[in-house]
Antibody
């Protein structure tokens, strides 16, 4: 059964870049789209974007200028970079399989604070 | 302000049937499939309905989905205490060229 696990710093300073990696186990990253979603504390879900294993991407227009999603098929991983963060970017970040979010990681809380 | 509109809360007693609505537009629900996610307290969301009315393997048949025009609904019958969770609808939006969510509905089992 395929599993996803987010990893990265849990604390990021304002104006810096948030970087997270999602490691896929129990299956190949090839042949799927891979997504990122976030959830600010006590709030709803927000779609960030997705990438195909071929490298093609699509991002939420409200975050597009700051987001980059990349994939490393040799490591069975894909990554999220969000630059110029502010406290409004504090959230639990989830990685998920497919555009339709059929399988989710457990999530990782990232706090933006000095 | 979410693109898809859900009631913030719903409640029912064990054994009852509850319905959660999700309203969108012609560019979202009106032209695309609807998906529903269950988020138990402190956990990641889980897909419970895909393509409007399909259940993933392992999801009880107490969960059902439907869609009509630009609206959709999730129904849970034979309500159990373990169904108490936040429920989110989602769909592709052709105008935004992106995935959109409802604001979520907190289901309380009284």
């Amino acid at each position: 059964q395929m599993q996803l696990q987010e990893s990265g710093p849990g604390l990021v300073e304002p104006s810096e870049t948030l970087s997270l990696t999602c490691t896929v186990s129990g299956g190949s990253i090839n042949g799927y789209f891979w997504s990122w979603v976030r959830q600010p504390p006590g709030k709803g879900l927000e779609w960030i974007g997705y990438i195909h294993d071929s490298g093609s991407t699509n991002y939420n227009s409200s975050l597009k200028s700051r987001v980059t999603i990349s994939v490393d098929t040799s490591k069975n991983q894909f990554s999220l970079n969000l630059k110029s963060v502010t406290t409004a970017d504090t959230a639990v970040y989830y990685c998920a399989r497919e555009i339709q979010l059929r399988v989710w990681g457990q999530g990782m809380l990232v706090i933006v604070s000095s | 302000q979410s693109v898809l509109t859900q009631p913030p809360s719903a409640s029912a007693t064990p054994g009852q049937r509850v319905t959660i609505s999700c309203s969108g537009s012609s560019s979202s629900i009106g032209n695309n499939h609807v998906y529903w996610y269950q988020q138990l307290p402190g956990t990641a969301p889980k897909l419970v309905i895909y393509r409007n009315n399909q259940r993933p393997s392992g999801v009880p048949d107490r969960f059902s989905g439907s869609k009509s025009g630009t609206s959709a609904s999730l129904a849970i019958s034979g309500l159990r205490s373990e169904d108490e969770a936040d429920y989110y609808c989602a769909s592709w939006d052709d105008s935004l060229s992106g995935w959109v969510f409802g604001g979520g509905t907190k289901l309380t089992v009284l």
